[in-house]
């Protein structure tokens, strides 16, 4: 079985500023593990993923992940935000067959 | 490659009405998945079928809830005798038959129920 705890229902950042979204996993099985990202009344659009290659992932927007097994952690990071990047982002986590989604963390972004 | 496509895109019934979804997913995808979202939530999942075969379905799920995949194409989401706590965005995604690659999602169907 598989869950994905995300901490930060809601983080604030300046613009340029660092972006930090956490997440962490659990899984039974080696895991695959996603970004996703929601604009308002849209459905998910895939930032990167995760599937046992290289433990740093690049995505689109400028953003990217690290996988850490012995932190169980994917966290997401972005360098300098942009007012475009405010949106709700989803962490979610496969076995291989059905996908398990965190609860999500609503990231805004101040000028 | 035009995505996965949902219809209707907005749905609102009377409380005790039925309603059906449609999902069409990306043509070469075997696995099609339907998701739960309420405000404020990550997607629930409800049920996922590998081509015509439901494999699992959520507790979710009640027996109100019916889905189906005829042929392994489109696939449809029934809810009979709708409750106002029925009420949310209903996401449809598809994915190849691979281990390590991504669903693709739909733009959803939001469903009031009045």
């Known amino acids: 079985a598989q869950s994905v705890t995300q901490l930060g229902s809601h983080v604030s950042v300046s613009e340029g500023a660092l972006v930090l979204l956490r997440c962490n996993y659990s899984?039974?099985?080696?895991?695959?593990l996603f970004w996703y990202v929601q604009y308002p009344n849209q459905g998910l659009q895939l930032l990167l993923k995760?599937?046992?290659?290289?433990?740093l992932v690049k995505g689109i927007n400028g953003f990217e992940a690290e996988f850490k097994k012995s932190e169980t952690s994917f966290h997401l990071t972005k360098p300098s935000a942009h007012m475009s990047d405010a949106a709700e982002y989803f962490c979610?986590?496969?076995?291989?067959?059905?996908?398990?989604f965190g609860p999500g963390t609503r990231l805004s972004v101040l000028p | 490659d035009t995505g996965v496509s949902q219809n209707p895109r907005h749905k609102i019934t009377k409380r005790g009405q039925n309603v059906t979804f449609r999902c069409d997913p990306i043509?070469?995808?075997?696995?099609l998945y339907w998701y739960r979202q309420t405000l404020g939530q990550g997607p629930e999942f409800l049920t996922y079928f590998q081509n015509e075969a439901q494999l699992e379905k959520s507790r979710l799920l009640s027996d109100r809830f019916s889905a189906e995949r005829p042929k392994g194409s489109f696939s449809t989401l029934e809810i009979q005798r709708t409750e106002q706590g029925d009420s949310a965005m209903y996401l449809c995604?598809?994915?190849?038959?691979?281990?390590?690659?991504?669903?693709?999602f739909g733009q959803g169907t939001r469903l009031t129920v009045v």
């Open positions: 995760y599937t046992s290659a290289a433990t």
């Open positions: 979610a986590v496969t076995g291989g067959q059905n996908f398990v």
């Open positions: 043509s070469e995808h075997n696995r």
């Open positions: 899984s039974s099985v080696p895991p695959y």
């Open positions: 995604a598809s994915s190849p038959d691979r281990m390590n690659t991504e669903a693709f």
